[in-house]
């Protein structure tokens, strides 16, 4: 089950459509996201690569996928040496590693912000440069 539906859950029909349609958004945006970071590709690279700008490809990256089509999905993972390929299955199919990967790191976002060491009422002010479950300086 997609993390969001998860979390929060569907309260009808269009909710479980706008859910289906975010989590494609954020797993292509994550899939090219690992590739760029593995390649060492920037955003401006990618746009150089496309022969785009880099406003187009930081809108593509941005919270509603900048309308991406699949052409710009195959043409980006193209310049990044890699083929975009669709996988439909049925929803009861277990969850595939990413999805498994996602709701790690946000269980493990809850479980840091509110885990024993962390005390969420303490100030942790920015300027202090001090990570707030160690409790010690940052350089």
């Known amino acids: 089950m997609?993390?969001?539906?998860e979390l929060f859950g569907a309260k009808n029909e269009a909710e479980i459509e706008i859910f289906a349609v975010e989590d494609l958004?954020?797993?292509?945006q994550m899939l090219l996201q690992a590739q760029m970071t593995a390649k060492a590709v920037t955003q401006k690279e990618l746009a150089r690569r496309l022969d785009t700008s880099a406003a187009r490809v930081s809108q593509l990256f941005s919270d509603d996928g900048g309308?991406?089509?699949l052409a710009t999905l195959a043409k980006m993972a193209h310049a990044l040496a890699m083929?975009?390929?669709v996988e439909l299955r049925p929803k009861e199919a277990k969850p595939r590693?990413?999805?498994s990967v996602r709701?790690?790191?946000v269980l493990d976002f809850f479980a840091y912000r509110d885990g024993p060491d962390c005390?969420?009422?303490q100030d942790h002010s920015a300027n202090q440069n001090?990570?707030?479950a160690s409790q010690q300086l940052v350089a």
């Not at 997609?2 to 539906?5: D, F, T, Y």
Request: charged content about 25%.
């Open 2 to 5: 997609p993390i969001n539906e």
């Open 67 to 69: 309308n991406m089509t």
């Open 83 to 85: 083929v975009a390929r």
């Open 119 to 121: 005390d969420v009422w």
């Open 130 to 132: 001090v990570h707030p």
């Open 97 to 99: 590693v990413a999805e």
């Open 25 to 28: 958004i954020f797993d292509v």
């Open 103 to 105: 709701q790690k790191a």
